[in-house]
């Protein structure tokens, strides 16, 4: 990743989400190298995401999630029952992901949360860049913190 940053609020939600697995990083820098692997399981829906930061002097994060669809919309569920619906489309050959809700799931029930609980309007941005090359861009803007978070970088895609 070429740059990987938080505000002090976008800190704090990183801390304060350890419980459900870590699902935001508490570590900035520049230029950290990253590992992403994409996997199924047999039997559960989905496709899961493993992001493995590699920071400086630090053991390497991993943050996992699930990509999924739920009655037809996206969704990615972090740990503890805890995620996102999202809206995907595509712009000027980017593909976009964009957070409508956070929701937790109990039982079989998704419950929305507040938006002000939330780290913010999460946005998700792929653009192919050729050649197995892809830029990821993540922004969290919060509608009273700001921006919380805020990553991007160039990935090439292996084939296994």
């Known amino acids: 990743m070429e740059v990987v940053a938080c505000s002090r609020a976008g800190w704090l939600f990183a801390f304060l989400t350890k419980i459900i697995g870590n699902p935001l990083s508490p570590y900035q820098g520049k230029n950290i190298p990253m590992d992403v692997v994409l996997t199924t399981h047999q039997n559960k829906p989905g496709v899961y995401w493993c992001r493995t930061y590699h920071f400086p002097g630090k053991k390497p994060f991993s943050v996992t ?24 489309l595509a712009e000027n050959g980017e593909l976009h992901f964009k957070s409508t809700r956070y929701v937790w799931k109990f ?5 929305p949360l507040p938006h002000w609980l939330s780290p913010g309007k999460t946005h998700v941005i792929h653009q192919d860049l050729g050649l197995g090359n892809f830029r990821f861009t993540i922004t969290m803007d919060h509608p009273i913190l700001k921006r919380t978070f805020y990553q991007t970088g160039v990935f090439h895609e292996h084939q296994s």
Not at 71 to 87: A, I, N, P, R, T
Request: net charge neutral; proline share 0%; hydrophobic share 45%.
């Open 65 to 88: 999630s699930v990509k999924k669809d739920n009655c037809g919309q996206m969704m990615e569920m972090v740990g503890g029952g805890f995620g996102m619906f999202l809206d995907v």
């Open 107 to 111: 039982i079989k029930w998704y419950l």
